[in-house]
């Protein structure tokens, strides 16, 4: 099966390789990084994090991909979609990324995302496409805003993968709407 590869001017995103571990794990250890999304992750946890992801490439054809600039060739983070593990969105088709601090304020998510939601529109003309994101992590919300999602706050929720007492716990969903 040829190696799944996504261009923009300046990024790539591609299957995920036995290489990348380092530097994912080096994104995933990155305290920046992660007082948005949970606590710093083993390196384990990453390795088991990009078998999950190539195990969803291969069942269902798109995954959090690699997200490699061009320029150097450096793996700077991941951009994809999958499918959602829970409500408000079980089985749509949600986007997201996770991006090295140093290479943020560059634009590069915005411009990985368009792409997916580009390579989308294509391959799923009859799905509108989610993201969802922590309700402090105003970074990821700008990104959903400047896609043009929606936010619909009457889907707020506690996600059930974070604990009780975290910051982190209440939700917020984003949706294109492309279809409504």
């Given at each position: 099966?040829?190696?799944?590869?996504?261009?923009?001017?300046?990024?790539?995103?591609?299957?995920?390789?036995?290489?990348?571990?380092?530097?994912?794990?080096?994104?995933?250890?990155?305290?920046?990084?992660?007082?948005?999304?949970?606590?710093?992750?083993?390196?384990?946890?990453?390795?088991?994090?990009?078998?999950?992801?190539?195990?969803l490439q291969q069942k269902?054809?798109?995954?959090?991909?690699?997200?490699?600039?061009?320029?150097?060739?450096?793996?700077?983070?991941?951009?994809?979609?999958?499918?959602?593990?829970?409500?408000?969105?079980?089985?749509?088709?949600?986007?997201?990324?996770?991006?090295?601090?140093?290479?943020?304020?560059?634009?590069?998510?915005?411009?990985?995302?368009?792409?997916?939601?580009?390579?989308?529109?294509?391959?799923?003309?009859?799905?509108?496409?989610?993201?969802?994101?922590?309700?402090?992590?105003?970074?990821?919300?700008?990104?959903?805003?400047?896609?043009?999602?929606?936010?619909?706050?009457?889907?707020?929720?506690?996600?059930?993968?974070?604990?009780?007492?975290?910051?982190?716990?209440?939700?917020?969903?984003?949706?294109?709407?492309?279809?409504?």
């Open positions: 099966m040829a190696e799944f590869r996504l261009e923009t001017e300046r990024l790539i995103m591609r299957d995920w390789r036995s290489d990348d571990l380092d530097a994912f794990h080096a994104i995933n250890s990155d305290p920046k990084v992660r007082e948005t999304l949970g606590p710093i992750m083993t390196r384990d946890a990453v390795a088991d994090l990009i078998v999950r992801m190539q195990n269902d054809g798109c995954c959090f991909w690699a997200l490699e600039r061009k320029s150097d060739n450096r793996l700077i983070g991941w951009c994809g979609l999958i499918r959602g593990a829970h409500a408000p969105i079980t089985d749509k088709l949600e986007i997201g990324w996770r991006l090295a601090s140093d290479t943020w304020g560059h634009g590069y998510i915005t411009e990985a995302a368009k792409k997916c939601i580009q390579w989308a529109s294509a391959q799923y003309p009859d799905e509108d496409i989610w993201a969802i994101t922590s309700e402090t992590n105003r970074r990821s919300r700008a990104v959903m805003e400047r896609l043009e999602m929606k936010y619909l706050p009457e889907l707020d929720f506690d996600h059930p993968s974070v604990e009780p007492e975290s910051d982190l716990l209440r939700h917020v969903t984003y949706c294109t709407e492309r279809n409504q």
